[in-house]
Structure formats: structure tokens, C-alpha cells
């Protein structure tokens, strides 16, 4: 009892912080883990693909070999060649991996554990959406900064290629989510998750009233092409097969990374895992009811600790579904080429997007 | 909860993930093996070829073209956002204004498109 005392005589700011804190460390600690299998599940699929055994040495199944992996990168020799730009090469690495972690602030993995008010989410800003796009823009300078920093012409060709590829799909990306955000009326992405699970703001109170739902009032049913521009999209913004030009083995050697070794190389891997992981993130916030489930009233936030819980199981159910989505593609097509990838880009996405915005507002109109 | 109490976990996170990508640099310079250094290692990659001409070489100027038009496309989209929050309330009451005001934008976005089409700035293959 003497503990909770000492919470409740804190200050609601304080108690705030305290639980924002908790939070982080719960997510982070969540995530880091999640990182280090999705490797380890890609190269066992990828081998499963390929009619290969993949990692089955270390511990059961190879499930130690994330560990083994991580020690690794930290005992090898971490060199800085000669003809590098030095404060550009340090910066890089840690410039690709700080933001792919903050875009898990205004994600919601789950509604809350018990009674109380704390919803699962780190910052519940009412900008949500920009808030993220305006975090994954900053993605790209990591890797244009190793591409200039490292001096090598396959890390310069990567990093010019990866910025292109990646500022000409973010604006496919944020076009194609704006009729979501149409429907719902609001940026915030708890308020998304609410919408899908048939909870709407009442235009005159402002109070949420429930309205029957099910599967196909998520977005996805309702927005088909926008999940699906935005699918495609997410591919592009994360450098990920059949997108994947900035690191193209077989031209480019490794692209921006070539010149990296050791930590500083196993960061970069593991930002484009954390961008994997939190697009797949967005995609079950915004089409696929975040931690809702339109079964046994799971759709309502928890009212106990067990169900709150489970909501976050269902959030991470979902997620490493898109993850082995994700993981599947990469091994099953081709690579593009480069100008066909600016043109499904530009030609056919935006015009794509553009139209799904006025259709969406026409819609709209017709039925007020 | 006032506006800015929201940005607060915001800023815990940046010190956290400021200080998880930092640590981990510092942790393998920490562990890491220290290694010989030659000539040879000092060289750009460049798949055993001994490097030729500068590093970073000059590029086409297509690609200063896809950074003008993302600037120009994105502060487009960026406007769009306010009046997709505001669309559904603003229909009630003034379902023309609002509707004929952004097909209007929209239209004059896709003009500019049209025109950057027909110009050649998407033909990535020249």
C-alpha cells in the first residue's frame, strides 16, 4: 500500500511522465526483440524458399542466432577507412536508426491495461499521421549522408538513387491516405482505431457513440486502393525488394552501406527492420483496426488487465503478419528497374491517389 | 492535458533512441577488435579494381529535378491534410464551399501535373 500512496501523491504531470516513461521502455523493449527475430524468420523463410535448411546451429532451431548475430556485430573491427567524411560517417547510422524509433511514439498497440485511462500509446498527439510522415522524411537523411559520407561511387549511386526513390513515393504515401483520414475527421490514430470499430465522434457533443461494425468497417474494405498505393508505397519508402535499388547486391555491391562494417553496419540493418516493422505497424493502424478485433467484443477498450493484454497480442498478431508479407515478397519478385520504379511512382500512383481523393469527396458530398 | 504536456513522452523517446543509436557505436568501438591498417584496406570498395576518378561524381540533373517537383507536390499534400480533417463537419453546413473550393485546388494541382507530364519531367529514361 505504502507504494501507492507515493503514486497517488504525485502531481498529474508527474504521474504522466512516470507512465510515459514505463511506456517507452515497455515498447522499446518489445521492439528490439521483434527486430532481431524478423531477421532471423527472414533468413529461415528465405532458405524454406529456396528448398535451404537456413540458420539451425545456434540453440533450437537457430533461435539463439539473433544473439550470436548481435555479439558479433560488436566484436568485429570497427574501421574507419581513410577516404571517408568522418563526422558524416559516424552520424549516418545513428541518423538511419533514431528515426524509424520515433516513429512508435503515436502508434497505439493496444486499448489499455484494466481500468485504467492509459491508453496504450506512447504520445497520443492529435497530429498523429504528420507527425509520422514528418519523422519517416527524416529517414532519408541517414542514408543520403553514408551515401556522401563513405566516398565510394556504389555508396554515392545508392544513397542519390535512395533519395529519389524515397521522396518520390512519399508523396504517393501521403496522398493516398487522405481519403482515410476524410472519413475518420480527425489525424489522430487512436481516433482511426475507434472509427473502424464503429465508435464516431457525434457531430453536435463530440462524445463518441457506438454504431454497429464489424470486418468491413475497416479501412481496408472501405479504401481499397488507398491500402493498396499505400502497401506499395511502404515497400519503396523501406528499401525493400522489388524495390530495393539503393542496396542492389548485384550492381552496387551493398549501395549506401558498402563501406561500413561491424555495429555501425548492423545499424543501418536494423533501422530498415525497425521501418519495416512500424510500416507494417501503420498499415494495421490505419486498414486493419489496429488491436480491434470484430469478435467477442474485443473491439471495446479492455476492462481488464487480461483483455488489454490480449488486445496488444492481437495488434502484434497482426502486425507480424504484414512482417512475413513483407519477408514473402522480398523473396518471391524481381527487382525493378530503375525507371520503371520512378514511373510507377509518378505516372501511375499520383494521378492514382488524386483520383481516390476526389471520388472519396465526391461521395462524400453526394450523400450530405 | 494541454497541448505541449502531449510532446513530452515525445522528447523521452528522442533521448532514448538518441542515446540507443549512440551507445551502440560506442559499445562496438568499446569491444570491437582493433585491426592493422594498410594502404590497401584504405581504398574505396570497389570490387578488388583499383579505384578510378573521384568518389562522389557529378550526376545528372534529373535527379535535382525529382527533389524541385517532390518540394512542389508535397506542400500540395500537405494542404490537402487540413481540409480532409475539416471535410465531413464543414459538409453539413457548407457542403458546396468546401467541396467546390478543393476540387478547385485539386484541379489546378493536376493542371500543374498535366503540365510536368507533357513537359518530359517524368520520363525517366531520357
Known amino acids: 500500500m505504502n507504494r501507492m500512496e507515493w503514486l497517488a501523491n504525485l502531481t498529474p504531470t508527474q504521474q ?12 522499446v523493449a518489445i521492439l528490439m526483440p521483434i527486430i532481431a527475430y524478423a531477421v532471423l524468420v527472414e533468413r529461415r523463410l528465405c532458405a524454406f ?28 573491427e570497427d574501421f574507419t577507412p581513410e577516404h571517408v567524411r568522418k563526422v558524416y560517417y559516424w552520424l549516418a547510422p545513428a541518423l538511419c536508426m533514431i528515426p524509424a524509433l520515433l516513429t512508435l511514439a503515436v ?26 510522415f514528418g519523422i519517416v522524411s527524416l529517414g532519408v537523411y541517414g542514408i543520403v549522408l553514408a551515401g556522401y559520407a563513405a566516398n565510394s ?28 483520414f476524410m472519413l475518420v475527421g480527425s ?41 493498396l498505393i499505400f502497401l506499395v508505397a511502404a515497400f519503396a519508402e523501406t528499401n525493400r525488394l522489388p524495390f530495393d535499388l539503393p542496396e542492389s547486391e548485384q550492381e552496387l555491391v551493398g549501395g549506401y552501406n558498402t563501406e561500413y562494417s561491424s555495429m555501425k553496419f548492423a545499424l543501418f540493418f536494423m533501422g530498415e527492420y525497425a521501418n519495416v516493422i512500424l510500416s507494417s505497424a501503420m498499415m494495421v493502424t490505419l486498414f486493419f483496426g489496429g488491436w480491434t478485433l470484430p469478435v467477442f467484443g474485443l473491439e471495446q477498450p479492455a476492462d481488464s488487465l487480461g483483455k488489454g493484454l490480449l488486445h496488444i497480442g ?27 520504379l520512378m514511373d510507377l511512382g509518378w505516372r501511375r500512383f499520383i494521378p492514382l491517389a488524386l483520383a481516390n481523393i476526389v471520388v472519396t469527396a ?4 453526394v450523400r450530405a | 492535458m494541454d497541448q505541449l504536456t502531449q510532446y513530452i513522452p515525445v522528447l523521452i523517446l528522442v ?47 534529373k535527379f535535382y529535378l525529382v527533389a524541385m517537383l517532390f518540394i512542389l507536390f508535397d506542400i500540395e499534400v500537405v494542404f490537402l491534410y487540413p481540409w480532409a480533417v475539416v471535410y465531413k463537419d464543414m459538409l453539413r453546413d457548407h457542403a458546396n464551399l468546401i467541396f467546390g473550393s478543393m476540387i478547385t485546388f485539386l484541379g489546378i494541382l493536376f493542371v500543374g501535373y498535366i503540365y510536368a507530364l507533357k513537359k518530359g519531367a517524368f520520363d525517366w529514361k531520357r
Open chain 1, 16 to 27: 504522466f511522465v512516470l507512465f510515459s516513461v514505463v511506456k517507452i521502455i515497455f515498447a
Open chain 1, 49 to 76: 524458399i529456396q528448398d535451404r535448411v537456413g540458420p539451425n546451429r545456434v540453440g533450437p532451431f537457430g533461435l539463439l542466432q539473433p544473439l550470436a548475430d548481435g555479439a558479433k556485430a560488436i566484436l568485429k
Open chain 1, 107 to 132: 502508434i497505439p498497440f493496444g486499448s489499455n491495461l484494466g481500468n485504467s485511462n492509459n491508453r496504450m500509446v506512447i504520445a497520443d498527439l492529435n497530429v498523429g499521421i504528420l507527425y509520422t
Open chain 1, 153 to 180: 561511387k556504389y555508396s554515392f549511386l545508392g544513397g542519390i538513387r535512395s533519395s529519389a526513390q524515397m521522396i518520390s513515393y512519399e508523396i504517393a504515401m501521403g496522398m493516398s491516405v487522405i481519403p482515410v
Open chain 1, 187 to 227: 489525424l489522430n490514430l487512436s481516433a482511426v482505431i475507434d472509427y473502424q470499430a464503429g465508435r464516431i465522434p457525434d457531430p453536435e457533443t463530440g462524445r463518441l457513440i457506438q454504431h454497429s461494425s464489424g470486418l468491413l468497417s475497416w479501412l481496408v474494405f472501405k479504401q481499397p486502393l488507398a491500402f
Open chain 1, 314 to 340: 492481437i495488434f502484434l498478431g497482426k502486425m507480424a503478419a504484414f512482417l512475413i508479407l513483407f519477408i514473402w515478397v522480398r523473396w518471391m519478385l524481381p527487382r525493378f528497374r530503375y525507371d520503371q
Open chain 1, 362 to 365: 465526391i461521395l462524400l458530398w
Open chain 2, 15 to 61: 533521448v532514448v533512441a538518441v542515446c540507443f543509436a549512440f551507445g551502440m557505436l560506442i559499445i562496438s568501438v568499446l569491444f570491437g577488435q582493433k585491426g592493422r591498417r594498410d594502404q590497401i584496406k584504405d581504398t574505396p570498395y570497389e570490387c578488388g579494381m583499383q579505384p578510378v576518378g573521384e568518389g562522389s561524381t557529378r550526376l545528372s540533373v
